[in-house]
Structure formats: structure tokens, C-alpha cells
């Protein structure tokens, strides 16, 4: 009896190996292939000025997503949303390149993918905004490659390029390919020699990409292994041109995704699959993480905040996809948008802040800086000019009629329909997430100290969202007569909230200002530096004498980054050099302010720095 029963066990033992084996067998291996900023200015996206025949080649054999969204318009917020499948927002990393901690229970997709067996490598740029757990890459380097996995072991393979990144748009001498006088200008641009050649450039680098992926998928191939990957192409933000990079618009977040699935795993593909067909389905980055794990058949964390589009755990098509701007290098902003298959929308919280912030790394492109010179002799369009003027609260675009996003439709009576329905959208999007974007970052990071944002977030004891959302559309609507509003949210015991009051102060200049002053002169002694420093700069800006004698000691004594650490400090220095000519009494005392502190990720040591020298050269230009 007990011999039977062995070599039943034995028998049921080797039928569940047998269908481990095929479980095995039958797990597809994945490869990413990525490209720095690009939008889809590829041939197989109808743009005949290009010419990427590798792409347009994977293509014919491939689906295609014609709205597809990177949601951040910068490579960090970018990543940092793929690597989690978590909108930055949600965690506190929206901001370009900053360092904060994922809750414990959060983890990076690769390190789901090791657990159920596969071998993963990253080649090679990270750059994520938050923490990297231990063993997230079996190998992340330039050494990182699906060769170097156990025999029969499936692997997930990035290969990123950089070719077109922007700091290659802009080295000279480069005698172009593409001829720049066939180069479609977009409207915002002005038409000059410069932005043609930096166009023309960006499709040369394009081309010059383009064969690097052909290398990827030819490698693949020569192992015998095309047949057994599927293959994802997906450039990692919009193209690395001012207005396109860095800003929340179409032209900032669309992105071309190619996915090629082979037959062998026809069961994975998506209703809409068609070898060599395109999609208008919506789909975002916050959407990979859980659509690879659905490829390898694996079911999405429901932490997790995007939906599968493909795989054994494919779900319902969204209705919109959304996109976050934050902090861009040493500038702040706070903007976020919404669109669905026409219209996009964009809602702005700092709408004192002109678009084009000087930013010292975008401004060494030559379109950059021939734009803003244009703009200085008033020699630009009222399209072109828009981006060095002060913003409106809302924007809202027709992507049919309007591709180039130049004719903002927020005022038009026919479209308040689709105003209403995306403003909805928006505000949905930012309760369900619990969007942290709302604090000031030094404020974000001290709530977070023995915590994370994200937990923070669903905290309503430390961040009542409903409050601190409702101050900040209030404030950032500068239209609306709320003055008398917003010298009592100064009086709130939110810190927050107080906060956003001053901004609104700020944001309505002198009138602020003149009925505001002293709610802002007591909020220069406030228990929050956030605080105090917006109150400074509104008195510093827009104030009178007293005023401004009274500010700007507030605002030198927080831009000391040794002692009001780093996100004080450049909150304090943007506010600085808005004040412009009226900071000169501090000049020498601002040339004299610490630069460094060795204690922050290297990521962020240039921001200040930059800043300093900004001021001192408007100060003494």
C-alpha cells in the first residue's frame, strides 16, 4: 500500500513538474526598448520628414498607440511612474529630480518579475525619484543584457538610447542631414535659421536611434529568439524642445508606442491587435508596469494605479489620460492636465509664473534663446509670444483643429461643455490618487519624516486634501474677487492652507498686496519657512518700502541652504530674483550664501548654485 502510494506521489510529483516546465515554456520574454526625448516624429506615424526605417519596418508587424502619454514631460517623474505603475503625485516624486521614500508595501516591478522568475536587466539609465529598494535589476549598467540570464530562464531587457536626448539637439558643429528648410515649424516657434536647424538636428538624432533599435531587434533575431519576445518601443517624454519638454501640453506628454507580440502569443494580444494596424486607445505610463506584469501573467497589484492594456489581466479601456508638472530642476511650478481622444486640459496653479522660467539647462539650446530674444524685441506672434507671459488658470485645447495647442478654447461659450467634463476629470483624478502635489515640497518632506508622502496623503489628520485643494483653486484663480478669502485662510491652522492664502496674495500682485498686507507682514513670523517665504515675496515684489525692507531679510535668511535646507532655500531664491531690482540691497550678501550641502542627492547640488547665479548676474546687468 505504501508503495502505491509513493508512486502516486511520485507520478502527481512529476505531472506538476511537467506542468511547472510548461508554465515556464509558455512565459514570453519581454524586451523595452526606450529612446530620450522623442515625440511620435516617426515615419510610421505619417511624419514623412522623418526617416526611421527600423521603426517604421517594426511597425508593419506591430500595433501602434496613437495616444499614448509619458504623464510627466521629463525624464525623472517619467521613469518614476513606469518603474512603479504609480502616479508621482501619489508618492511625492512629481518633482524633477528629488528623492523620497515608497511606502514598504510598494514595490518596483522588477522585483516582481525576479520573484516569479524572470531575469531582469536595465541598460541603463534609471534616474527614478524615489528610493531603489535592494535587488530591484538582476543587472543595471551598460553591462546589463538578456545574454548573460540562466539557459531556458525568460528575461525582461531594457535598452535605453540617449542619441536623441536633448543636450545632443544643441552641439555644434553639426551640418545637418535633414535639410532644415523642409522643417514644419510649429506655431509656438519662431521661424528662424536656429530653430530649423535644431529641428533638423532632432530628426538626424531620430535617425541616428532609430539604428540603434535596429541593432535590438537584429540581435534578437540572430539568437533565435524573435519569435519568443514580445517587443515594446516607447520614446520616454515628449521631444527635447523648449515647449515640448518640460510642459504638460500634447506636445510634451504624447509619445510613440510600437507593441509587437508574436503569434506564439496571440492569447496575450489586445482585442484591438492588428499586425501592422494602430489603436486610438488612450493608454499612459503609469499603465506599463501593469501591463508587462500582465504579459508575464501576473495580476496587478490593486496598489497599483494604472490598468493593464494587453495580457491574461487586460482591463476596460480609460476614458482620459492625465499629466503633472512640478518642480523643473531649480524652477517651481504646479500644473496639471487631462484629455481624452480631442481636448486637452491643463489647469495652473502658479499662474504669476511666465511658461518659459529661465531654467539654466534649457536655455542652452539655441531655439530656447533665440525665442526669448525675439520675445525681448517684440518681434514675435501673440502665439509665440505666450510662452514668456504670465499664465492663464486654465487652458483647454482642440488636439483636431489645434495640434500645435495655441488657441486656447478655456473662455469660448461653445466648450464649456468639455471644460466642465475635464475640469471633473481633474478634480476626480486628484481626490482618488490623493495627489501630495498640493504641499510646498519642504513641507512634503518634513510630513514625511518617519513616514512616506504617500502614506501622508491618505492621512486626513495631516492632509486634509478637501481644505487644502479648495485653498488651492481659490488662490491660483486670480479672476475671482477673493482678497477678503484669502487673508483668512492666513488665519487657518492648516499650515498648508495658509500657504496657498499668500500665494493667492502673491498671484494678485499690488492688489493683493495692498489689501493683504498685514496678514502677510504677521505670516513673515509664521511656524511654517513655506509660508514665511511666499508672504516675502509677495511684500518683496509688490509691496512698498517698509515692505520690502521687512521681506527681504526674511527671504536672505531662508535661502541659507545649511539652514533652512534645500527646498527653503531655492523657494527662497526663486522668490529672490522675481523681486529683481529690489533685492539689490542684499546683492553681497546673496554672493556670500552657501552653495552646497554634500547631504542631498548629487541630482539636486546644481539647483542652487544656478539660482545664485541668475540673480547676481540680473543684479548686476
Known sequence: MLRHLLLLLACLSGLLTAAHARADDARPNILWITSEDNGPHLGCYGDAYATTPNLDALAERSLLYRNC?????????????????????????????????????????????????????????????????????????????????????????????????????????????????????????????????????????LTEMDRLVGRNLKELEEAGLADETIVMYYGDHGSGMPRSKRWPYNSGLQVPLIVHIPEKYSHLRPDDYRAGGSTERLVSFVDLAPTLLSLAGLEPPEWMQGHAFAGAHEAEPQPYLYGYRGRMDERYDLVRSVRNQRYVYLRHYMPHKIYGQYIQYMFQTPTTRVWHRGFEEGTLTPEQARFWQEKPAEELYDLETDPDEVHNLADSAEHQEILAELRAAHREWVFRIRDVGFLPEAELHACAEGSTPYEVGYDPSQYPLEEIFAAAQLASDRERDAISELRGLLGSDESAVRYWGAMGLLIRKEAGVNQGRGALRSALADSSPSVQVAAAEALACYGNREDVEMALPVLLRSANLEESGLYVAMQALNAIDAADERAAPIRDEIAALPRQAPSYDRRLRSYVPNLIKKILSDLEG
Open 69 to 205: 502619454w509619458s504623464n510627466a514631460p521629463v525624464c525623472a517623474p517619467a521613469r518614476t511612474t513606469i518603474i512603479t505603475g504609480v502616479y508621482p503625485p501619489a508618492t511625492g516624486s512629481q518633482h524633477m529630480r528629488s528623492m523620497v521614500q515608497m511606502p514598504e508595501f510598494m514595490r518596483m516591478y522588477p522585483q516582481i518579475l525576479r520573484e516569479a522568475g524572470y531575469y531582469c536587466t536595465n541598460n541603463s539609465k534609471e534616474d527614478y525619484n524615489l528610493a531603489k529598494p535592494d535587488e530591484v535589476w538582476h543587472e543595471s549598467s551598460r553591462r546589463g543584457h538578456w545574454k548573460n540570464r540562466e539557459p531556458g530562464q525568460p528575461f525582461f531587457a531594457i535598452f535605453n538610447h540617449t542619441v536623441s536626448h536633448e543636450s545632443q539637439l544643441r552641439k555644434r558643429p553639426h551640418k545637418a542631414v535633414h535639410d532644415p528648410a523642409g522643417v514644419r515649424v510649429p506655431a509656438y516657434h519662431p521661424d528662424t535659421p536656429e530653430v530649423r536647424q535644431d529641428w533638423a538636428q532632432y530628426y538626424d538624432k
